[in-house]
């Protein structure tokens, strides 16, 4: 009987450890993949050299994360979401529903975007034109509105070498592929007049239908196997690229500079990637990279407000900081942002 | 038999001499002896492939790239108050650690005769770890009376340099890479040839906790390790009580109606249901309605509880089932009540097959990550959690969940550490199959 007498009392013990709420000392964050590196790297600074416990920094995915910060107020909900790409309206909503009423916004610099192929092959240089003339469903061809015809960048632009198309783009639950989107395809779209011929072909009731209509086919990719959509991240890429020679992927600014003896980066409307070009803005494909702290658990949450401190300060993300080491492009106004956080400034509501 | 009297032969011919009929029978017979031979050829094909692949990549996790310095502590830099308190001494910052470390190794490289008027002093430094002036600060702070001395200290080199010893990173590559230059592999050969750096036996890939993409020289898998015994521990404490006794019930004490075939049922279902549906359950059970911690091994624990208990209660059954009747007809038969005959008799007699089930469930537990990516465990946890049960409730990763996470970083050198955790995971599951096939070849018993 002895054995059984054993495991009922561990069970009773464990029970009510189980029951007993404990107080959390280490901050928690989760969000955007693209940020955890940069969080990882601050966090691991952080526990070194100040006497709070290491923050616990979680993947996911900047959306996932901005859900979970928006859960409520509380010990078991998470204190910071990081994000590639800026809340939404109806993530805010969901915070103020849920009690979560002041978030500060906290930008930690750029990302930049770039289009890399395998480094024994040839050179590109790109536009969002050639981009959108390659990879969309449709495309204007003397024109007329057909289904795209392109089979290699030759057919795109005669200036670019005859390389089949075939390119890996982010999958849509990722913040890189909303900066995709937005960036290039759509430049791309209006910049080759595509998009005021989808408007004119457009079968919409009024002008704001044909457009949103238009708008729509500007991001519709084809469907035949030239583009392929990555959900996992940068490393799935890479070795679809290393199966692919003749592929080019879309990478985050500091993988591609932990891989540059991988692949060769292209220029986008000629200029090449770079953490200058993309600080002073002439990169055209770039994303600030931001994230958002619940203000109920300063002071309640151990560490929280230094941590984000740390993070801003001229010693993390200043421009010669680790993190501009790892490929992060510095803020130009970080001091701004320094001051807002000792401030605790909530963000306001969007533009 | 209608086959046999049409086949039979008319003309009577030599059994040494095969006929058609036999020839096509044997022919068929050496197809399927292929067939069968090629299926395993396959299997084994696959297990060599995976093996080669990953002792090739992991076996050179264990050994890491260390440089042999001679640090000067220099007391008016890390203790300016002069009173060798490590609460004042904290002021210092592994920034401060850093110049240190680097100002040694650049005169530990002047002291050697090493050319290093190719690089800047930031390149020089560039060599060593991030994680180096943590150790170095860790170490003083726990020693005060250093300060002031000059003490050896090996310090890690960075990811880089600890490629080029292990041939992942050449020249070619070197100069096609943004993170190092051919010029400072020159140096790092020179040292080498010196003797200052050289490749050893890394305890830290068994001590260490997660490091960031900067240093994956530093990462280990310590935290991983502990993270996943403690969810063992709750996993075995509970799902062993509960699964044994809810198997003795069902196939000794509860009568056969309706209700106890649907429990059969549901409990057979239940062993097959994928690992990530547990995991959704746990997010809404343990820590969005019970309020449990997340990123927590106990709640890590309790999900695999969940999933082991099918796997536990059908093993015990089958143990149980395994008794024959005559042991229990015997206990009744001299006046044992029910409960003497299970405890006394039919348990004991089942335990090696009960064990067995349970080192099988356990070693499942240990290798499944889904369930914990959705309760936080999927994290960067580099603090080690305290000894239990305070420790069962504070942040840790798991065994597999790290193989996951380094599999998705940037740096090249988090493959190696990926493959290098694999194979400590393989061994582990290994040594558990083992246990369990001695068990039963020690204590089976046979009727």
């Not at chain 1, 500079?257 to 600080?279: C, H, R, W, Y």
């Not at chain 2, 209608?2 to 017979?29: I, K, M, Q, V």
Request: glycine letters at 8%; a negative charge; aromatic letters at 6%.
């Amino acid at each position: 009987m002895k054995p059984v007498l054993l495991c009922t009392s561990v069970l009773a013990i464990g029970a009510m450890t189980a029951g007993v709420a404990q107080a959390r000392d280490n901050i928690q964050i989760a969000g955007s993949s693209t940020v955890l590196p940069y969080a990882t790297i601050v966090a691991e600074a952080f526990g070194e050299n100040f006497d709070f416990p290491t923050p616990v920094v979680e993947g996911g995915g900047s959306g996932a994360g901005r859900k979970k910060l928006c859960e409520g107020v509380g010990e078991n909900t998470i204190d910071i979401a990081n994000s590639s790409s800026r809340i939404k309206q109806s993530d805010i909503d969901l915070c103020a529903q849920n009690g979560v009423t002041e978030i500060m916004e906290v930008r930690i610099g750029y990302d930049g975007i770039v289009f890399a192929s395998d480094i024994a092959g040839p050179d590109f240089a790109f536009t969002p034109e050639q981009w959108f003339n390659a990879l969309a469903a449709e495309v204007v061809k003397d024109g007329a509105v057909v289904a795209n015809p392109n089979k290699t960048w030759a057919d795109v632009d005669a200036a670019l070498p005859a390389q089949n198309i075939l390119a890996f783009i982010p999958g849509t639950k990722h913040g890189t592929r909303e900066v995709f989107d937005l960036n290039v395809l759509e430049q791309g779209c209006k910049g080759s007049g595509a998009y005021d011929a989808f408007v004119a072909a457009s079968t919409g009731a009024d002008d704001e239908a044909k457009k949103a209509e238009a708008a729509e086919k500007c991001l519709a990719l084809r469907t035949d196997g030239a583009s392929v959509d990555i959900d996992g991240d940068y490393t799935e890429t890479l070795a679809r690229i290393d199966a692919n020679k003749n592929a080019i992927g879309i990478f985050g600014l500091s993988f591609y500079q932990n891989n540059t003896d991988k692949l060769k980066v292209a220029a986008m409307s000629g200029i090449t990637p770079s953490v200058e070009t993309i600080a002073s803005g002439e990169y055209p494909v770039s994303r600030p990279l931001f994230f958002y702290v619940k203000k109920a658990h300063i002071g309640v949450i151990p560490g929280l407000k230094d941590y984000i401190e740390f993070f801003v300060s001229d010693d993390m993300a200043g421009p010669d900081g680790p993190l501009a080491a790892y490929g992060l492009v510095s803020d130009p106004e970080l001091a701004a942002t320094q001051a807002a956080v000792a401030a605790e400034t909530p963000m306001g509501p969007l533009e | 038999m209608t086959d046999l009297s049409a086949g039979l032969p008319h003309a009577p011919r030599s059994l040494f001499e095969a006929d058609a009929r036999t020839r096509r029978r044997n022919a068929a017979e050496a197809r399927f002896r292929f067939y069968g031979m090629a299926a395993v050829a396959v299997g084994i094909l696959a297990l060599v492939f995976l093996l080669v692949s990953i002792l090739g990549n992991g076996l050179s996790s264990f050994r890491q790239t260390g440089i042999e310095l001679q640090v000067t502590l220099d007391a008016a830099v890390l203790d300016k108050a002069g009173n060798r308190n490590p609460e004042d001494m904290k002021k210092v910052t592994t920034v401060g650690y850093g110049k240190i470390i680097g100002a040694a190794l650049v005169e530990g490289l002047a002291g050697a005769g090493i050319d290093t008027s190719a690089l800047t002093t930031k390149q020089v430094s560039a060599l060593l770890s991030d994680e180096a002036p943590r150790r170095l600060r860790d170490m003083v702070l726990a020693d005060p009376s250093l300060v002031g001395q000059t003490v050896p200290f090996r310090a890690l080199a960075s990811g880089r340099v600890d490629g080029f010893l292990k041939g992942r990173v050449t020249m070619e590559s070197a100069r096609l890479d943004s993170n190092v230059s051919p010029e400072q592999l020159e140096v790092v050969q020179a040292m080498k040839d010196h003797g200052m750096l050289s490749l050893a036996f890394n305890p830290s890939f068994f001590t260490n906790a997660d490091a960031s993409e900067l240093r994956p020289e530093s990462a280990g898998l310590g935290v991983a390790m502990l993270g996943s015994l403690y969810m063992m521990i709750i996993v075995l404490v509970l799902s062993l009580p509960i699964g044994v006794a809810a198997s003795i019930y069902l196939e000794e004490l509860a009568p056969q109606n309706r209700w106890t075939d649907i429990i059969e049922v549901n409990i057979a279902n239940l062993a097959a249901v994928p690992a990530i549906v547990y995991g959704i359950l746990a997010l809404a059970l343990f820590i969005n309605f019970m309020g449990l911690p997340q990123s927590a091994p106990v709640v890590g624990g309790l999900v695999l509880t969940l999933m082991t208990l099918p796997t536990i209660i059908i093993a015990t059954r089958a143990a149980l089932k395994a008794v024959p009747p005559s042991i229990r007809d015997a206990a009744l038969g001299v006046g044992a009540s029910r409960m003497q005959t299970i405890f006394h008799h039919v348990l004991p007699l089942a335990m090696p097959g009960i064990l067995t089930g349970t080192i099988l469930g356990l070693a499942r537990a240990l290798g499944e990550s889904a369930p914990l990516l959705l309760i936080g465990m999927v994290a960067f946890v580099k603090d080690y959690p305290s000894a239990p049960p305070q420790g069962f409730m504070e942040p840790a990763s798991a065994l597999p969940v790290q193989v996951y996470q380094w599999t998705q970083r940037a740096d090249p050198a988090f493959v190696e550490r990926a493959s290098g955790a694999i194979i400590v995971l393989l061994v582990f599951l290994i040594a558990m199959n083992a246990t369990a096939i001695l068990l039963r070849r020690r204590f089976e018993r046979r009727w």
